[in-house]
């Protein structure tokens, strides 16, 4: 157990919606990140949050969004969903300084039909 | 930005032989290089780590890396292979962007361990 916790583990919903999946990140760790495992596209970072504040974008698309509460868990929105979007989502957290260890969640698995 | 191959996608061995993944990596800067495994249908697990140091870098469940900086290596090992050693193996590389650490994935290995 890494000690982050994502809900729900498996989600499916239709074309078209939007969800939210949420990340509990381990007790002390101030960065979240965000990550999509598909087949074709393997781990993909979305999205870091640092204290509350977005710190670094990557492919995230434009109909994701995500935020870091103040009790420091974080959301990931995903709208308008497509087929393409079913995936593995990761979240990930860790203490501030580098070099410390990316701690995984074991994901939420989202499929649109 | 730094980047990461896994060379083959899928490695089988047989039960107690060598285990050998490939991880070479390109970054223009000292790498914090790692291994993460994933078996199946679990998260993503460090088995080692590699940031300053010592180049051999050793893990859980008898597996280590060397970092060999000539060869822009980190090739994962572990001398005998183990049933529950099946699992996905993902190399990367840590890759700073405005003073933010992101980890950057290779595509994955899967290790199949035949009895």
């Known amino acids: 157990d890494s000690g982050v916790t994502q809900t729900p583990k498996h989600l499916i919903t239709a074309t078209g919606q939007r969800v939210t999946l949420r990340c509990s990140p381990r007790?002390?760790?101030?960065?979240v990140y965000w990550y999509q495992q598909s087949l074709d596209q393997g781990l993909q970072f979305l999205i870091q949050?640092?204290?509350?504040?977005?710190?670094a974008k990557g492919n995230i698309l434009e109909r994701f969004s995500a935020q870091q509460f103040p009790d420091l868990h974080s959301e990931l929105n995903l709208s308008s969903l497509e087929l393409g979007d079913s995936a593995l989502y990761f979240c990930a957290s860790k203490k501030g300084s580098s070099g410390n260890t990316i701690y995984f969640g074991e994901g939420s698995w989202l499929t649109v039909v | 930005a730094q980047s990461v191959t896994q060379l083959g996608s899928h490695v089988s061995v047989s039960e107690g032989a060598l285990v050998l993944l490939r991880c070479n990596y390109s970054?223009?800067?000292?790498?914090?290089l790692f291994w993460y495994v994933q078996y199946p249908n679990q998260g993503l697990q460090l088995l080692l780590k590699y940031t300053t140091g010592a180049t051999l870098v050793k893990g859980i469940n008898g597996f280590e890396a060397e970092f060999k900086k000539s060869e822009t290596s980190f090739h994962l090992t572990k001398p005998s292979a183990h049933m529950s050693d099946a699992a996905e193996y993902f190399c990367?590389?840590?890759?700073?962007?405005?003073?933010?650490?992101?980890?950057?994935f290779g595509k994955g290995t899967k290790l199949t361990v035949n009895p």
């Open positions: 007790s002390g760790d101030l960065s």
């Open positions: 949050y640092y204290n509350g504040e977005e710190r």
């Open positions: 970054s223009s800067v000292p790498p914090y």
């Open positions: 990367a590389v840590s890759d700073w962007e405005g003073g933010s650490e992101k980890l950057v």
